[in-house]
């Protein structure tokens, strides 16, 4: 049961542009949301995250906005770039509690390849 | 300072032989986790230590599974009479506590070993 869904495998966009990814969650006790960045051969890297007390949090050219209502979220990354081509996770924690698991487990998408071109 | 580094970057192995993926976390980080990700995957969680104790084993998926963190730092997950499923990229990842997470809590990953069980 995937908890945590990136229904979109894949996105195209040209240098400058904005990149919209999408994410999507089906466990109402998540209260903390990450975006992280994958390049081939690595670990994620921590690119930005969210509270759920917030419904936006803006670092430089990355934002990430978050609707509880809808359970969904979303990372804005404007002007994209091509050094921005990699894939990026959603991740999420918390919750769970009535299995016992603990605080800090995160849960991950399947990922989005964003491709930007010159 | 060090990152997250694991050993070996690459491990090729025959059905039914046993393994050992070593994971050292950055200096100083108490929260060690183990997630692994098949292609075409997000990382999936295994298990989380807090110090040298298993806080959360949940995420193993049978008992061929086994991490230990004997003195708090480094840690080996181990696996026995390997299965071609086992076949993935295994991820560790270190944060400053365990707990929930938060910005000051995030957790780093390292580069990973990929696992091919022939």
């Known amino acids: 049961d995937q908890q945590v869904k990136q229904n979109s495998p894949s996105l195209s966009v040209q240098e400058g542009r904005i990149s919209i990814l999408n994410c999507d969650y089906t466990?109402?006790?998540?209260?903390?949301f990450l975006w992280y960045k994958k390049y081939p051969a690595e670990g994620p890297t921590f690119l930005i995250s969210i509270s759920s007390i917030k419904d936006k949090n803006e670092d430089g050219r990355f934002t990430v906005f978050l609707n509880k209502s809808a359970k969904h979220l979303s990372l804005h990354i404007v002007p994209s770039q091509p050094g921005d081509s990699a894939v990026y996770f959603c991740a999420a924690s918390g919750g769970d509690y009535d299995r016992g698991s603990t605080l800090g487990r995160l849960y991950f998408g399947r990922g989005t390849q964003l491709t930007v071109w010159p | 300072g060090a990152g997250v580094s694991q050993t070996p970057s690459n491990k090729v192995t025959e059905k039914g032989k046993y393994v050992e993926l070593r994971c050292d976390p950055i200096s100083g980080h108490t929260a060690l986790y183990w997630y692994r990700q098949s292609l075409g995957q997000g990382p999936e969680f295994l298990i989380y230590f807090q110090g040298t104790g298993a806080a959360d084993d949940s995420g193993l998926p049978n008992d061929r599974f086994f991490a230990v963190r004997p003195e708090g730092s480094v840690s080996t997950l181990k696996i026995q009479r390997t299965e071609r499923g086992d076949s993935a990229v295994y991820l560790c990842?270190?944060?400053?506590?365990?707990?929930?997470?938060?910005?000051?809590?995030?957790?780093?990953f390292g580069p990973g070993t990929r696992l091919t069980v022939l």
């Open positions: 466990n109402s006790m998540f209260d903390y």
């Open positions: 990842a270190s944060s400053l506590v365990g707990g929930t997470q938060s910005s000051y809590n995030e957790q780093f």
